[in-house]
């Protein structure tokens, strides 16, 4: 089970840290991602990260404002965005990899959370 938190309102500009906290047997030894859904658009790739921490992944459109970085003690993921433009505004969520290395692909992630809304407002 993944459940995300930190999403909410902000204005251009300002910055979020978003959470995800996983329980059971879904987090260990896989790659965490994030990904992020406006309305009337496809699920988009955000960050991934690898199981250890050391390789790390993003999006153009979030490279150089959005840090992935993940704590295996807690089983939580984060994802700090700062910079944030109105265009962000989507509902992100949080996935598993069903594999080690990091990915862009939504299928190669069977396990997602309900996601939280982050709204930028201009």
Do not use: H
């Amino acid at each position: 089970q993944l459940v995300e938190s930190g999403g909410g309102f902000v204005q251009a500009g300002g910055s979020l840290r978003l959470s995800c906290a996983a329980s059971g047997r879904t987090f260990g030894g896989r790659a965490m991602g994030w990904f992020r859904q406006a309305p009337g658009r496809e699920r988009e790739f955000v960050a991934a990260i690898t199981w250890s921490g050391g390789s790390t992944d993003y999006a153009d459109s979030v490279k150089g404002r959005c840090t992935i970085s993940r704590d295996n003690a807690k089983t939580t993921v984060y994802l700090q965005m700062n910079s944030l433009k109105p265009e962000d505004t989507a509902v992100y969520y949080c996935a598993v990899s069903k594999g080690v290395y990091n990915s862009r692909r939504a299928t190669d992630f069977p396990s997602w959370g309900q996601g939280t809304q982050v709204t930028v407002s201009s």
